[in-house]
């Protein structure tokens, strides 16, 4: 299985951030040692982590070079994900004109509630998330600088995707920084996915 993710793929996000919106979809990799489904969320103290909350899709089968108009026939599922950062390492990184894999790529930095079978109608609605009972964050994939179709696309040009692969289709505005001890409530429309608990040592 392999991690692949979207950066600045939502406007909002990129303003906050004080970034360029891109002219092509900016992919990265996380590695597979990175997810983690358990409801505690362990990090390291010596670091600042950030939140950002993503709609993750689940590839149903081998696909290269998949027209658009086809995409949605090749995804299987869809979940709610948190794309960990550490956000002071990234920014140094970027400065220096070095990847981003250091800083997104450690232990539990993919974190993921349980996936459902991909429904377009479901994943339509608004997805957001709660730290100690309140919003932080919310997005909706109308909002996406690249949609669905576009990321897949242009993924699939560039690599084979295979069966079991999970995208990271990008963030809205609202990250920040997790503290000890932070309770986390994910969910789409008006039902909440998944809750985790932040815990440093």
Same mark, same amino acid.
């Given at each position: 299985?392999? *991690?692949?993710?979207? $950066?600045?793929?939502? #406007?909002?996000? @990129?303003?906050?951030?004080?970034? !360029?919106?891109?002219?092509?979809? @900016? ?13 505690? #969320?362990?990090?390291? +103290?010596?670091? !600042? ?20 108009? *086809?995409?949605?026939?090749? @995804? ?18 970027? +400065? ?17 509630? /349980?996936?459902?079978?991909? /429904? ?10 709660? @730290?100690?009972?309140? !919003?932080?964050?919310? $997005? /909706? ?6 949609? #669905?179709?576009?990321?897949?696309? !242009?993924?699939?040009?560039? *690599? *084979? ?8 289709? $990008? ?31």
């Amino acid at each position: 299985m392999n *991690i692949y993710c979207v $950066g600045h793929n939502y #406007i909002d996000h @990129i303003k906050e951030l004080k970034n !360029e919106i891109p002219e092509n979809p @900016i992919f990265f990799q996380k590695n597979s040692t990175c997810i983690s489904k358990n409801k505690t #969320i362990h990090l390291n +103290k010596n670091h !600042e982590i950030h939140y950002e909350l993503e709609l993750v899709l689940t590839i149903k089968s081998s696909l290269h070079f998949c027209h658009e108009e *086809i995409v949605y026939n090749f @995804i299987s599922k869809y979940s709610l994900g948190l794309d960990l950062t550490n956000r002071k390492l990234q920014n140094k990184n970027r +400065k220096s004109g070095l990847p981003w894999f250091e800083s997104k790529s450690f232990p539990n930095s993919a974190i993921l509630t /349980n996936s459902r079978d991909f /429904n377009l109608s479901e994943v339509n609605n608004d997805f957001w998330l709660k @730290i100690n009972d309140i !919003e932080v964050q919310r $997005g /909706n994939i109308k909002n996406m600088i690249f949609k #669905i179709p576009k990321l897949i696309s !242009e993924l699939s040009k560039k *690599i *084979i995707l295979k069966k079991g692969d999970l995208i990271f289709t $990008g963030t809205p505005s609202g990250v920040g920084p997790l503290k000890n001890h932070d309770k986390l409530d994910l969910g789409l429309g008006n039902k909440k996915m998944q809750s985790f608990k932040v815990v440093y040592s």
